[in-house]
């Protein structure tokens, strides 16, 4: 794996033609490494993007939630919330209620953590 970026330059850099909107969501991956929770998302990206394929990983979880469904294994990622919150932690929602730029208990495929990083992926 190659690394792109971390933490706030990942907000940055995924944004206009590389945005993970348009993306397509290939796999969830969880591990724990040490006491820590791991959540790697790994992405097919838009056409115009820079690179076809990334991952990006949250790690120091504090949070994670998705809702399987058979008839959505994966997905397009159509709306997006992904920004860093007041407290520090990063949140991303690839399936979220609203536009808003908040957390919110209604949103779907939720991941909450201390810190993210992003790679390049095969």
Do not use: T
């Not at 940055?12 to 820590?36: P, T």
């Not at 990622?77 to 992904?82: E, P």
């Amino acid at each position: 794996m190659h690394l792109l970026c971390e933490n706030e330059e990942v907000l940055s850099r995924f944004a206009g033609k590389n945005s993970l909107i348009d993306s397509e969501v290939e796999k969830f991956e969880i591990s724990k490494i040490s006491e820590s929770i791991i959540v790697d998302v790994h992405f097919r990206m838009r056409p115009s993007s820079d690179w076809s394929k990334v991952r990006i990983r949250f790690c120091g979880c504090l949070h994670y939630w998705f809702n399987f469904s058979i008839d959505r294994h994966f997905y397009l990622v159509d709306r997006l919330k992904f920004f860093r919150s007041d407290d520090g932690c990063f949140y991303a929602s690839f399936d979220p209620y609203d536009d808003s730029a908040s957390v919110s208990e209604e949103d779907n495929d939720v991941v909450y953590s201390e810190s993210i990083q992003a790679y390049l992926s095969n």
